[in-house]
């Protein structure tokens, strides 16, 4: 009785990977990918828990979504290119504890990089970092536009720079930058993507696959290979 029971509690807490998650790379290896979680280079300085593998995984037709996507783009000289896919759950429990903590000298560096003008307790609050996030759904990404040789386009702000100036249709972002940032959500828009107003780079793919269930299985391709 006890083991039905844990067998059951985990799949209802979305402890393993559904048959429908798969890595981005088998649906297009044409999209370039940086998983910052999975390195040193984010806000919190450090591989954030449940990053096995630098992989974007997704819900099967948000893979797809992004597939179309990246054939429109390309046809315009462009790449798309993914910072954070699926997110487990203890990831997100992660940001949490983080965003909690004081920032301490040694993390004056990462502030000015990521969060200059914005106290670190109000990250949450100011919807930057979500306490339950879409990207534990499977359905959203954080992504970028990159230039066939793989330069970097403006965006206006980096990824994860969490300020207002990183609101996607903050009035102060003109010129190229702005009209950047049109084109990523144009182009994910029509392939069924909706971005958060407070992050030009967060985009969630609807209908959800799984809208109720925040999955805590790694990040690593085994953990979606059949
Ligand atoms: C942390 C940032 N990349 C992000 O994804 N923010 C949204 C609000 C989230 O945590 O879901
Ligand atoms: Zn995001």
Request: glycine letters at 10%; hydrophobic letters at 35%.
């Amino acid at each position: 009785m006890t083991a039905v029971v844990g067998v059951v509690g985990l799949l209802a807490g979305g402890a393993a990977a559904p048959p429908g998650f798969t890595a981005l790379r088998e649906v297009d290896p044409s999209i370039r990918q940086d998983i910052r979680y999975a390195g040193e280079r984010n806000f919190t300085g450090g591989a954030v828990d449940g990053y096995e593998e630098p992989e974007c995984l997704l819900a099967r037709p948000a893979a797809e979504a992004l597939r179309r996507a990246q054939r429109v783009l390309l046809r315009r000289g462009y790449s798309l290119r993914v910072y954070d896919c699926y997110r487990p759950q203890r990831a997100v429990d992660r940001f949490v504890r983080w965003a909690g903590e004081e920032d301490g000298p040694q993390d004056m560096a990462r502030k000015a990089e990521f969060y200059p003008r914005v106290e670190r307790g109000r990250l949450i609050p100011d919807g930057y970092i979500a306490e339950k996030s879409g990207h534990s759904r499977g359905s959203t990404v954080d992504v970028t536009l990159v230039e066939l040789s793989g330069r970097e386009v403006d965006m206006g702000t980096a990824f994860d720079f969490f300020d207002p100036l990183s609101h996607t249709d903050d009035p102060r972002v003109t010129g190229a930058a702005r009209a950047n940032r049109q084109l990523l959500k144009r182009v994910l828009g029509g392939q069924g993507f909706v971005n958060l107003p407070e992050e030009w780079w967060h985009f969630t793919y609807r209908p959800e696959a799984y809208p109720d269930t925040y999955f805590d299985f790694p990040v690593a391709v085994a953990e979606v290979r059949p």
